[in-house]
C-alpha cells in the first residue's frame, strides 16, 4: 500500500449510495487514496460509498472493503469537505498497513447490516417523536439538535414544557409514537428542488439551507418532512416500539430521550 503523508485531494466529493438507496448495503467503487494519518489512523478514500459517516446525530457505519486478496476492516467513516475518510486497518497486518489496495482499483464494499439497521431504526425513532411533539399538542416546541446514538438517544427542542405536564406529555409521547408505529407508514427519503422539498416540509425549509440548493427530505407518511443527510427505516413499523425514558427542561429548552427495542 503507497503511504502519503497527505491525501491526495479526490476530484470531487464522494457519492453517497444511500442517499438515494438506503437498503444498499453493498456497492462497487473506485479507490482513489490510501493513506496513514497522523496517529496511524488508515484512511481509504473512494469515489463513491454505502457507508454513512458519522454525522447529523448518527454513528458511522462499519463493515469491510476488499479487492483481491486485501480485506481492510472499516471501523469508522468521516466525512471532510463533502469526501468521506474511512478509518480502519487491513486485516493481517499489524499496524494496520500492509498489502493494501491502489489508486483506480475496484473495491467492495460491505456495510454491517445488523449495525446499520439499529442505527437507522434509532434515528427514525428521532424523527418520529418531533411528528409525536406536534400530535400531542406541543407545538411551540422547535426540533433543535438530535443525538441518535444507543448509549444515550434524545431530541432537544426549543421551548419548555411546564414541570407540571411533564409527566403526562411523557405518557402522552410514548403512546403516540407506538400507535403511529403500530399503523406503520412508508419513509420518502430523495434529494428535491428547493421548492419541492419546501412543499414537502410543511411550506418553508431552515434558514441555513440555500436557496439555490437541492435538499435531502426524509418524509414519514403523510407528515411533514424535514431536511436530513441520515439513514432510516423504509416504513414506521420496522422501528418496532419506542420508550420514553426521560423529559429535561433547562434554560429554555426540553430534551426528550428515548430508546428503542434491541
Known sequence: MAQEAAPARPAGPTRLVYFDDMGALRYSATVLSVHLEDGGRVAVVLDATVFHP??????ADTGVISAGGARFLAEDARAKDGVVFHYGRFEGTEQGCGIGFKEGETVSLE???ERRSFNSRLHSAGHLLDICVHNVG???LQPGKGYHFPDGAFVE????????QI???KNELEREANRLISEGAKVLASVFPYEEAAILCGGSLPSYISKDSTPRIVKFGDNPGGPCGGTHVADISIINSLKVTNI???KGLTKVSYSISP
Open 157 to 164: 427542542y426549543k421551548g419548555v414544557i411546564p414541570p407540571d
Open 138 to 140: 406541543l407545538f411551540h
Open 167 to 169: 409527566p403526562v406529555k
Open 248 to 250: 429535561r427542561v433547562k
Open 111 to 113: 456495510v454491517d447490516a
Open 54 to 59: 458519522q454525522g447529523g446525530g448518527q454513528p
